[in-house]
Nanobody, 124 residues
Framework: QVHLVESGGGLVQTGGSLKLSCEAS????????MGWFRQAPGKDREFVGA????????IYAESVKGRFTISRVDAKNTMYLQMESLKPEDTAVYSC?????????????????WGLGTPVTVSS
């Protein structure tokens, strides 16, 4: 069993930055693919970005490409999401997910464990 806890969310102005963290309990963190998803009020959950096991491959949604960066520190069982140039449309609850396959994917079905999320609000 893997337990994921997100942190770092908050209120930021348009154009600002935030760094989210996702800390995992349990073993074999380095073997997991890790992903970030978000869900805005009244909208479906959407893919943000993901990183493969070992950090070799990172993929991003078009809406965040060039502004968001995913990284992972396996020694700390932690994944990060650095968010720059934030926009009001980035407002959402951000959740991390872990997948046994090790493959970074945009599909939520590719992940086996989920955190509860951390809220991000970008004011205009």
């Amino acid at each position: 069993q893997v337990h994921l806890v997100e942190s770092g969310g908050g209120l930021v102005q348009t154009g600002g930055s935030l760094k989210l963290s996702c800390e995992a309990s349990g073993r074999a963190f380095s073997s997991f693919a890790m992903g970030w998803f978000r869900q805005a009020p009244g909208k479906d959950r959407e893919f943000v970005g993901a990183v493969s096991w070992g950090g070799r491959v990172a993929i991003y949604a078009e809406s965040v490409k060039g502004r968001f960066t995913i990284s992972r520190v396996d020694a700390k069982n932690t994944m990060y999401l650095q968010m720059e140039s934030l926009k009001p449309e980035d407002t959402a609850v951000y959740s991390c997910a872990a997948g046994w396959s090790g493959v970074a994917t945009m599909e939520a079905s590719g992940y086996d464990y989920w955190g509860l999320g951390t809220p991000v609000t970008v004011s205009s």
